[in-house]
């Protein structure tokens, strides 16, 4: 991975560049990493205009594990291009696009959206600043409920609503690989703050147990009502369960 201060080097003669909308500075840009892991393009303001070159990166990169956007005013336009070349790769596992304006236009988040849903390399999402509402919670909800890959996700200081709240709740209770999901400032009320943060334990609890069934904390929480059929049953789960199927075929013969 490139350090803070060379991704600050390599970022630094781009953003004064693409300030003049120097499509070529970022072509060559992209030219010069296209063997690299990581490709920050933090604050260099490409727009929607560079995002689509970008995609065209991403779609064809095979290296490319570790993407930062932040700071490039991508709107609904560029994160649709950005997310059909998301379709196509299958290196990145990382992707931060805070402080953006994806969420202004609903078509952004539900375009990202519909390609993590089958997506199975990216596990870290940042979407941190990027006025998404409750339609697009609602996006992120049902992207949710399908994706099996993503771990840790940010949407902090979005205006999510009480709403945005229930709708990413929904899809939440349907994941067992996301272990941590910021949501600081996004307006989601308290009790859905609670709601997520026992869901996010329960999916703690399945990838202790399923990394290291042998452990002692593992074994309890596999074995607890609430949190053992994530956790692949458990050793006691699994006995309560078949005990369960004995019961039901004896009262089903009486």
Known sequence: ??????RRAFAAPLVGAMAQNNIPALLNHLDAHRESATLSLAYASIGDEGAAEVAKFVRDNPFVKYLDLRGNN????GITNIANGIKLNRS??????????IGRDPAGIVALCAALKSNLTIGHVDLRNNRINNVGARSIGEMLTVNTTITHLDISWNDLGVDGGIALLDGLKHNTTVIDCQLSGSKVGD?????VAFLLRRNRASAAYKSSPDDTGAKAAAGHPTTSHIAGGGPTANA???????????????
Do not use: C, F
């Open 191 to 195: 009790e859905t703050l609670h709601e």
């Open 240 to 254: 309560a369960v078949k005990s369960q199927s004995r019961d039901l075929q004896v009262g089903g013969g009486s």
């Open 74 to 77: 991508i709107q609904a336009k």
């Open 92 to 101: 990145l596992r990382s992707l931060n696009l805070k402080w953006n304006s």
């Open 1 to 6: 991975a490139i350090g803070v201060s060379a």
